[in-house]
């Protein structure tokens, strides 16, 4: 069983199908670096403690850095014979520096206690990563809604014709849950700057180390405060995961409506010829992929999240070798965002409105009934005849082909004597979207607040 980290207590080595299930160096060497810093650190509480002279814990970190440019140069990779990311490392530090002073690092801590803290470390390193990228997502989003300040669309519930709203309005009502996305991630780092190294295999160590110094050493805000609970718990990570998801879900609902827009029937939107396909047999053929793509991609968000919770859901205190079921999820959470934010950003920052188009549609559909209803309460109907009143009007002009702003006074008359021609003041899309403007309203001057507040809050996030 060569180079393995244990062995003493066996008297033959493991199967090879067993070390064929065993094996994870596929896909935990992307922690080989947050190993080695976790090497460092311990190797700093080992000194502080006694068990490493200076001089030997200068070796070490010499040799530990050795270890970090080969991991970087690919000149080091795990070999078939390795179980694990921390078995293939400690191999190589023992050829680093000598199996005299290699083999002191692994006093006081355990495989169980290093994979905890380092899943938090590359989550941690990741988030920013996605961050970065959500807040150029919001940018994106920003610069449209500021290039569009006045252009009009049906707003829709039900996927049918509501009330116009500001194209503006709509996408900052995307820009709030990204910006919520990034709230979250914050949120999540202060549980997930815990640092369970030290805890051991599950209950701390007897060598009088101090894991407050190895947490401060990796950039951490505090050690685990319960060393079972250190090595057993992957909340964090699937909290993540969740965030991870809800991102997925956010950016798929935005690509839906792109799918939409993007479809001749609809026509609002042309996507740029960098951010959308071909067809291999259609020659004419141009499709939104990428919001396909961020479609698609939030069902595997969805099915890793899931998949995490069915593993954590009854395993017992403390660490189990199921936990090692939880990289390759959240690994897969990481890429698929990593990879997707960017091309989604370009589609977006890349858009072209067809303006015309969607103002020209945006009366469809008696969008300004409630317009009408509304103006009958200012001449002091009661809402509830109002509605009656308005309704009846839809009918009428339904019956006979006409919009509302074309109704004649006769037939306004006729509907109700409430209906007074002045009516016609708020039967005018820009009319109707101005007059609402109530915090949060689609009038055009609580569209530009909200987007500075939007802009500060995903900024603060
Ligand atoms: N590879 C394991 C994981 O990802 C860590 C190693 C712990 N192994 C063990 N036999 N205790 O969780």
Redesign the pocket.
Known sequence: NEGAL?GGRFAGGPSPELQEL?R?THF?WQLALYDIRGSHAHAAALEAAGYLTADEAARMHAGLDVLADKVRSGELQPRPSD????GALETALLDEVGAELGGRLRAGR???D???TL?RLYLIDHAGVIARELLQLVDALVAQAEAHPAAILPGRTHLQHAQPVLLAHHLQAHGWPLVRDLERLRDWRARAGVSPYGGG?LAGSTLGLDPALVARELGLDRPAENSMDGTAARDVVAEFAYIAAQIGIDLSRLAEEIILWNTREFGFVTLDDGYSTGSSIMPQKKNPDIAELARGKSGRLIGNLTGLLATFKALPLA?N?D?????EPVFDSVAALEVLLPAFTGMVATLRFDTERMASLAPEGFSLATDVAEWLVTQRVPFREAHEISGALVRACEERGLGLEDASDELLAEVSPHLAPAVREVLSIEGSVASRSGVGGTAPERVVEQRAELVARAQAA
Do not use: C, F, T
Not at 83 to 86: A, I, K, N, S, T
Not at 323 to 327: A, G, I, T
């Open positions: 244990w065993s994870s935990d179980e694990d990311v921390h355990s495989r169980n290093q994979i905890a899943v295999a660490y070798r936990l090692q079921e939880d990289k």
